[in-house]
């Protein structure tokens, strides 16, 4: 298992974007597949974006598709989600997700989770 530490989340205003990094620590961090989730007040976690031990398959929700991008530094043990053309309805508590097996577009693969970063989208 890693340890998964989120940052980069803040206020900002509609239209806008923000960067979200994840570090993991340990030394096993290419061996995971790794993806973005979110939670809203009152509603369920939502899968955003997944990918793939190496970087070179990803996945998207269609909610975010052409507005966010995943990516991986294998050598900075890192995750990010580059967020742009923001929007209220992207208000949420962030989190990155590990999953063991290197499966990323099912929730029910990942087994380890950071303590999340808010964004918070103003109109």
């Known amino acids: 298992q890693v340890q998964l530490v989120e940052s980069g989340g803040g206020l900002v205003q509609a239209g806008g974007s923000l960067r979200l990094s994840c570090a993991a620590s340990?030394?096993?961090?290419?061996?995971?597949?790794m993806a973005w989730f979110r939670q809203a007040p009152g509603k369920e976690r939502e899968l955003l974006a997944g990918?793939?031990?190496?970087?070179?398959?990803?996945y998207y929700a269609d909610s975010v598709k052409g507005r966010f991008t995943i990516s991986r530094d294998n050598v900075k043990n890192t995750v990010y989600l580059q967020m742009n053309s923001l929007k209220p309805k992207d208000t949420a508590d962030y989190y990155c997700?590990?999953?063991?097996?290197?499966?990323?577009?099912?929730?029910?693969?990942?087994?380890?989770w950071g303590q999340g970063t808010r964004v918070t989208v103003s109109s």
């Open positions: 997700a590990s999953s063991g097996s290197g499966y990323y577009t099912d929730m029910r693969y990942f087994g380890s």
């Open positions: 340990g030394r096993t961090f290419s061996r995971y597949a």
């Open positions: 990918i793939s031990t190496n970087g070179g398959s990803t």
